[in-house]
């Protein structure tokens, strides 16, 4: 089975430019998450879509953060304009939860991240 | 979701086994505790998970004590590919298919 993909794995951008991340997850998954690692810390969670709809999006910063998921399936996260504190690991994760089903652990997939380094 | 308090890190030899504590006092009745690593330039991976029983997979075991305030995640004979941040994290019964709040882990060394 194949893994959730990310591209590109790394990415250097002057501050102020856009930058933009794909994410293809785990086929069926109708679950997806965006989350941001800085370094030496855990990752936080930006945005969760269920299927092409976003569920929790408390944590993203929506006057220079957007994602979408056109189609419930690939997803893109996009910084426009980056700031130096942008620096970080953007990891996108998917599961097969229903949440209207409910389960007791919804194991997340993780891909392997798009290292950002604003200068 | 209820805090966990982990090690900064540790250290093992390889072969040996590893326990790796993770303190939760505040746990409720419905939460499941998660263990996932993130080893080195990789995103996390879930490793195991468990309500009250302990918990055996082919990656680790899970030990509960018995008030749940507190587990452990073991490993029976740590590899060099063992060498990860061990993440103990909380999830309630109702909160399954949400997100994972991570705190900052516990950074495992294995020496040969």
Known sequence: EAGVAQSPRYKIIEKRQSVAFWCNPISGHATLYWYQQILGQGPKLLIQFQNNGVVDDSQLPKDRFSAERLKGVDSTLKIQPAKLEDSAVYLCASSDNDLDRGSSYNEQFFGPGTRLTVL | ?112
Request: net charge neutral.
């Open chain 2, 1 to 112: 979701d209820a805090k966990t308090t982990q090690p900064n890190s540790m250290e093992s030899n390889e072969e040996e086994p590893v326990h790796l504590p993770c303190n939760h006092s505040t746990i409720s009745g419905t939460d499941y505790i998660h263990w996932y690593r993130q080893l080195p330039s990789q995103g996390p991976e879930y490793v195991i998970h468990g309500l009250t029983s302990n918990v055996n997979n082919r990656m680790a075991s899970l030990a509960i004590a018995e008030d749940r305030k507190s587990s452990t995640l073991i490993l029976h004979r740590a590899t060099l590919r063992d060498a990860a941040v061990y993440y103990c994290i909380l999830r309630t019964l109702y909160n399954q298919g949400g997100k994972l709040i991570f705190g900052q882990g516990t950074e495992l060394s294995v020496k040969p």
